[in-house]
């Protein structure tokens, strides 16, 4: 009996032992873009805490951590869609963000009202046009993207993609379904070609005439024509960035996050703490958008010169959590209306 004893006692010591705090943080993240791991090795060099990253899409990771449970070695699960960490947060993935985690001069507009999410930079789903062929004064709205005007010239990757739902969902949480519906439908009678490839595609099919107009991230712009390759610099120039619904009766243009959330059952949560601290504070936010050319969560840090010169906007002050909530009946829309 008393060895037992000895023996569980001892059982329950090196689990404990497992789930210890470790000079580590891990990360399951949704990003796919290379500032990303100079960021994780500043933060290594500051601080000698290693980073180590899961990569894959926001799904995947939110299944992955239902699945691990209280054995995930997950600390924090990275995205770059409100809507999945909404679905994270539904899944019971991920507990509260301390408030000492996030940076004070973080944007108070972009933070989750319930603080189940630090935002680390946000970017608006745009409209680029060609310079041959579109005149600035013909734009104007979304809406406006599903006149027949447009037919035969929108360029626009394919309903599967997150960027897209949250950009439907915002349509949804903003106009209603009824009108969403008959605007996908306008929406999809003006393709230029079936939905496919990324939102870099749909720019380089502009500089083919393969079409005259496109809605991609704002972001992608700054990487094409901060790009190392001819076409791509070539892609990034044939266009001109527009901002949609910016009249001053009009809700502005759609945004979305890329956030961090803690993981419910985060084994280096201190560690955790400290990367978020880290990502949001001026210094890490300089690297984002100096790199990324996404837009700065830190209403102290100025986005980059290229970013910048495409001027000031207004942002859609829609709860980001509705990007979430209103999910399943954009999807629905995509398929009733048969935007691929
Ligand atoms: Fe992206």
Redesign the pocket.
Known sequence: MRNLLFFMSLLICSCSMNREERNEVNLYSQ???SVDELQYKNFTDKTGIKVNVVKANADELIERLKNEGANSPADLFVT?DAGKLYNARQSGVLQQVPSKAINKDIRKDLLDSDSYWAPITY?SRIIVYSNERVQKSELSTYEDLANPKWKKRLLVRSSSNA?NQALMSSIVANLGSDATEKWSSGIVANFARDPKGS?RDQVKAIAAGQGDLAIV?S??IGLLLASEKEEEIKAGNSVSVFFPNQGAENRGSHVNISAIGLTKNSPNRENAIKLIEYLTSEEAQKVYVNNSYEYPANSLVQPSEIVKSWGEFKIDKLNLNALGEYRPEAIKIFDKTGWK
């Open positions: 990003r796919h873009y770059v970017r960027y939102d991230n972001y992608y």
